[in-house]
C-alpha cells in the first residue's frame, strides 16, 4: 500500500452519513514516566445500528484504548472511513464526468474516554501491554506521520486462493491494519505484549494473477481507451446506494453475473486501475488470529 507526500483536501460532494470522528481531539502529551494501560478494542462492524448482527458473521471493528495511571483519565484510538464504507469500497458515476469519482479516505480519530459498554457488550475490552508516557508520546508522533501519508481505505485483501501460504496480489488498508501497525510500533519501542489470541476480520477477494490497466488518465483522459472506460464504468454500475428492494435485487443479479458467471472485477488501488480475473471461492470473510507483535528493542518493564 502506497505512502503518500501529504493529505488531499476533501471534495464537499463526498457526504458522511455518520460525521467522522464528531469528539476527536489531539493526542496529548503525557508525563514521561506515566505508566499507561494498553487495550485491545473490537465489536461489530455499525454496532450502534445493528447491535450483534454483524458480529454473527465475525465483521468486526478494531480500536485500541488507553489509560493513563497518573490521570486516571482514558482514551480510544481508531482508523476508519471519511465517508463510510461504501464510498471507500465503490466509486460514484457523476453525471458528465467520465471518471468514477472516489471518496475513499481513511483517517485515524482520536478520542478521550472509553466506551466500556460498547465494547464490552458484544466485543472485547482486553489489557494488552502497559507502556511509559515517553513511549505512549513517541507513539503519537509516529501517528501524525502514519495518518499524513497512508490516506486510502482500502477494503479488499486480494489473493490466488484460499491457501494459506497463498500469493497476495494487494493487501486492504482498514482499521485492523491501523491496530497492527500501533502495535507493532509500540512492540519496537520496546513494549511487551500480554501471550492472549487475537483474531481480525479480512474481507478477501479470489483472483488469478491482476492485470494493470492504467491510471484515471490513462483511461478515462482524453487519449484513454474509450472502450476500457466504459467497461469499468458498467462494472461498478450496479454497486451504486438503492432507494428500492426492487432495485438492489436486479442490481444484485448483475453483479454475481459480472464477478462470479463472467470472472470480472475491476480495483482501484492506489490510484490505479486492475482488472482481476476471478477465481472460485470468489468471495470469503474470513476471521483469523494474527499473533500480538514481538518488539525489537529492549522491553520496558520486562
Given at each position: 500500500?502506497?505512502r503518500?507526500d501529504?493529505?488531499?483536501?476533501t471534495?464537499?460532494?463526498?457526504?458522511a452519513r455518520?460525521?467522522?470522528?464528531p469528539?476527536?481531539?489531539a493526542?496529548?502529551?503525557m508525563k514521561?514516566?506515566?505508566?499507561?494501560?494498553?487495550?485491545?478494542l473490537?465489536?461489530?462492524?455499525w454496532?450502534?445500528k445493528?447491535?450483534d448482527l454483524l458480529?454473527?458473521?465475525?465483521?468486526?471493528?478494531?480500536?485500541?484504548?488507553?489509560?493513563?495511571?497518573?490521570t486516571g483519565?482514558?482514551?480510544t484510538?481508531?482508523w476508519?472511513e471519511l465517508?463510510?464504507?461504501?464510498?471507500?469500497t465503490?466509486?460514484?458515476?457523476?453525471p458528465?464526468?467520465?471518471?468514477?469519482?472516489?471518496?475513499n479516505q481513511?483517517?485515524?480519530c482520536?478520542?478521550?474516554g472509553?466506551?466500556?459498554?460498547?465494547w464490552k457488550?458484544?466485543?472485547t475490552l482486553v489489557?494488552?501491554?502497559?507502556?511509559s508516557?515517553?513511549m505512549f508520546n513517541e507513539?503519537?508522533?509516529?501517528?501524525?506521520?502514519?495518518?499524513?501519508t497512508?490516506?486510502?481505505?482500502?477494503?479488499w485483501?486480494?489473493q490466488?486462493?484460499?491457501?494459506?501460504?497463498?500469493?497476495?496480489?494487494?493487501d486492504?488498508?482498514?482499521?485492523s491494519?491501523?491496530?497492527l501497525?500501533?502495535?507493532q510500533?509500540l512492540a519496537?519501542l520496546?513494549?511487551?505484549?500480554?501471550?492472549?489470541?487475537?483474531?481480525?476480520?479480512s474481507?478477501?477477494?479470489f483472483?488469478?494473477?491482476?492485470?494493470?490497466?492504467?491510471?484515471?488518465t490513462?483511461?478515462f483522459?482524453?487519449?484513454?481507451?474509450?472502450?476500457?472506460a466504459?467497461a469499468?464504468?458498467?462494472?461498478?454500475y450496479p454497486?451504486k446506494?438503492?432507494?428500492t428492494?426492487g432495485?438492489?435485487?436486479?442490481?444484485?443479479?448483475?453483479?454475481?453475473?459480472r464477478v462470479?458467471?463472467?470472472?470480472?472485477?475491476?480495483l482501484f488501488?492506489n490510484?490505479?486501475?486492475?482488472f482481476?480475473?476471478m477465481?472460485f471461492p470468489y468471495?470469503k470473510i474470513?476471521?483469523?488470529?494474527?499473533?500480538?507483535p514481538?518488539?525489537s528493542?529492549t522491553?520496558f518493564?520486562?
Amino acid at each position: 500500500h502506497r505512502r503518500f507526500d501529504y493529505r488531499p483536501k476533501t471534495d464537499p460532494y463526498c457526504q458522511a452519513r455518520y460525521t467522522f470522528c464528531p469528539t476527536g481531539s489531539a493526542i496529548p502529551v503525557m508525563k514521561e514516566e506515566d505508566v499507561i494501560e494498553v487495550y485491545r478494542l473490537q465489536a461489530p462492524v455499525w454496532e450502534f445500528k445493528y447491535g450483534d448482527l454483524l458480529g454473527h458473521l465475525k465483521i468486526m471493528h478494531d480500536a485500541v484504548g488507553f489509560k493513563s495511571s497518573l490521570t486516571g483519565k482514558s482514551y480510544t484510538m481508531e482508523w476508519y472511513e471519511l465517508f463510510q464504507l461504501g464510498n471507500c469500497t465503490f466509486p460514484h458515476l457523476r453525471p458528465g464526468m467520465d471518471a468514477p469519482f472516489w471518496c475513499n479516505q481513511g483517517a485515524a480519530c482520536f478520542y478521550e474516554g472509553i466506551d466500556y459498554a460498547h465494547w464490552k457488550e458484544n466485543g472485547t475490552l482486553v489489557l494488552v501491554t502497559t507502556i511509559s508516557g515517553a513511549m505512549f508520546n513517541e507513539m503519537a508522533k509516529w501517528v501524525k506521520y502514519d495518518n499524513e501519508t497512508g490516506i486510502y481505505y482500502e477494503t479488499w485483501t486480494v489473493q490466488a486462493s484460499p491457501d494459506k501460504q497463498s500469493v497476495v496480489w494487494f493487501d486492504s488498508y482498514e482499521c485492523s491494519k491501523f491496530i497492527l501497525r500501533t502495535y507493532q510500533k509500540l512492540a519496537d519501542l520496546g513494549a511487551v505484549f500480554k501471550k492472549i489470541q487475537t483474531n481480525y476480520t479480512s474481507i478477501i477477494l479470489f483472483s488469478g494473477e491482476p492485470i494493470f490497466l492504467g491510471n484515471e488518465t490513462s483511461i478515462f483522459g482524453p487519449l484513454g481507451n474509450k472502450t476500457l472506460a466504459a467497461a469499468i464504468r458498467d462494472f461498478y454500475y450496479p454497486f451504486k446506494p438503492h432507494w428500492t428492494v426492487g432495485e438492489f435485487f436486479v442490481d444484485l443479479l448483475k453483479i454475481i453475473d459480472r464477478v462470479i458467471l463472467n470472472r470480472q472485477f475491476y480495483l482501484f488501488y492506489n490510484l490505479e486501475y486492475w482488472f482481476l480475473p476471478m477465481k472460485f471461492p470468489y468471495l470469503k470473510i474470513i476471521y483469523e488470529e494474527v499473533p500480538l507483535p514481538i518488539g525489537s528493542k529492549t522491553s520496558f518493564g520486562g
